[in-house]
């Protein structure tokens, strides 16, 4: 179990829904988590966050962008800033995933100046990290996990660290419906919480929750979930749907 952590379930909804299904979704499921003890979080396209934003107002949803600009404001076309984000009442913002990286060119050092963005704006980063199927079968994922992780912290205080969130996702999991497996997940989440008390001490690394996305569904999240350093998931298709997440958000019940 994963001591006093609160369990996360964030979901990850990419570009889908418009700003209405949003809203809609959203309504549907602050009735459907109500009581959950795990902390619920929707990432939702930019134009969707004013809506639902407004619409979890009271409940136990809380909202994350799927990006943002490192820089405060300025000529960066098509771009948004954390401030702005803030602004709408942004709790998360995931960077550093996977499809950022293979089709946005998102590299590690842009994953490190957005996470300083958005700390600096007071809003907290779900640092994305993992592996493509060629490193696991190269034999080599520790070390590149290893590696994205330490970039995306550099010059992150101990006591920044223990309010965000890592996100182990291995890139071949993610959408195949492929899950790792519990010990593979857990070995790689285990590691990085050993990093962890290698960059800021054993305390800061017990209270950092680091989750595992990839293919996560009803049917695998307990499983995940209960192991020692898996704090719960970050949930791609699984979470488009009111009744599926639900699941996820109450995998104890
Ligand atoms: C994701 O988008 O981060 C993800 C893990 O997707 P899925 O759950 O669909 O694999």
Not at 51 to 56: L, S, W
Not at 161 to 172: D, F, G, H
């Amino acid at each position: 179990m994963s001591g006093k952590r609160v369990i996360m379930a964030a979901g990850n909804w990419k570009m889908n829904k418009t700003p209405r299904e949003a809203v809609e979704f959203v309504n549907h499921l602050r009735g459907l988590i109500k009581g959950s003890s795990s902390e619920v979080v929707v990432g939702v396209p930019f134009v969707c966050i004013p809506g639902v934003a407004e619409a979890v107002k009271g409940s136990d949803i809380k909202v994350a962008a799927q990006n943002a600009h490192w820089e405060a404001s300025g000529a960066y076309t098509g771009e948004v800033s954390c401030g702005m984000l803030k602004e709408l009442g942004v709790d998360y913002v995931i960077i550093g995933h996977s499809e950022r990286r293979e089709y946005f060119g998102e590299t590690n050092e842009m994953v490190n100046k957005k996470a300083r963005a958005i700390l600096d704006a007071g809003v907290l980063p779900i640092i994305c990290c993992g592996e493509t199927l060629t490193q696991r079968e190269q034999g080599v994922t520790k070390e590149h996990v290893r590696y994205q992780i330490k970039v995306a912290l550099l010059g992150i205080t101990a006591q920044e660290a223990s309010r965000l969130v890592i996100a182990y996702e291995p890139i071949w999991a993610i959408g195949t419906g492929k899950t790792a497996t519990v010990e593979q997940a857990q070995e790689v989440c285990g590691m990085i919480r050993e990093l962890l008390a290698e960059l800021y001490g054993k305390d800061v690394a017990e209270r950092t929750r680091i989750l595992y996305g990839g293919s996560v569904n009803a049917g695998n999240a307990k499983a995940l979930f209960d192991m020692p350093d898996i704090d719960g998931g970050l949930v791609g298709g699984a979470s488009l749907k009111p009744d599926a997440f639900e699941k996820i958000v109450r995998h104890d019940a």
